[in-house]
């Protein structure tokens, strides 16, 4: 079964600050790797999907990478803002299951 | 379009009691999945479908857990009988294509509470 682990649990930066977001998995045999981002009550709104061919995708100021030897995706944001503030959640689509980590809460401070 | 829609938005019930979740997915995309989320136990897929079929219901906990899709644009997830640990965040989502390979897009999902 896939293993998939966010680290840290939580984050807090000033405004202005490149930050990076770690998820990392237990194996390399996935379709695709999709960032969420959820805001406090609300649903997963998509952020950005890399299939697995795929190396990195970017959307605005986010960025995201995909290591599979490594089993390691990042997420770049530049230049961070207060409204960026939420949780972030990495999903790994593989077989007939999308495996979710538990996130990253961040918070950016103005 | 609207986006994933899901009703009710919150359900607070006792324990016992049937209580039965809507979703209708986004226009044209083949795939529905059900999650629940806790502080726990964090997201977990509970089944999905493709073109209606239900594919892979490992995810669901009990019996007691039970999600049709009669059409391609409505389904349920029904729990009966309810209990104080069923309380979650239902959420529904849906997606292009007929197996896991692609995006997936997120309803505002249902708080229920069993008490």
């Known amino acids: 079964k896939q293993e998939v682990t966010q680290i840290p649990a939580a984050l807090s930066v000033p405004e202005g600050e490149n930050l990076v977001l770690n998820c990392s998995f237990t194996?390399?045999?996935?379709?695709?790797l999709q960032w969420f981002r959820q805001d406090p009550g609300k649903g997963l709104t998509s952020l950005l999907l890399i299939q697995s061919s795929q190396r990195e995708q970017t959307s605005g100021r986010l960025n995201a990478s995909l290591d599979k030897s490594s089993g390691r995706s990042t997420l770049y944001i530049a230049a961070s803002q207060p409204g960026d503030s939420a949780t972030y959640l990495c999903?790994?689509?593989?077989?007939?299951?999308?495996?979710f980590g538990t996130g990253t809460s961040l918070t950016v401070i103005p | 379009d609207a986006g994933v829609i899901q009703s009710p938005r919150h359900e607070v019930t006792e324990m016992g009691q049937e209580v039965t979740l809507r979703c209708k997915p986004i226009s044209g995309h083949n795939s529905l999945f059900w999650y629940r989320q806790t502080m726990m136990r964090g997201l977990e897929l509970l089944i999905y479908f493709n073109n209606n079929v239900p594919i892979d219901d490992s995810g669901m906990p009990e019996d007691r857990f039970s999600a049709k899709m009669p059409n391609a644009s409505f389904s349920t997830l029904k729990i009966q009988p309810s209990e104080p640990r069923d309380s979650a965040v239902y959420f529904c989502a849906s997606s292009w294509t007929a197996n896991t390979h692609n995006e997936q897009f997120f309803g505002p999902g249902t708080r229920l509470t069993v008490l």
């Open positions: 999903a790994i689509g593989a077989g007939n299951q999308f495996y």
């Open positions: 194996d390399s045999a996935i379709y695709n």
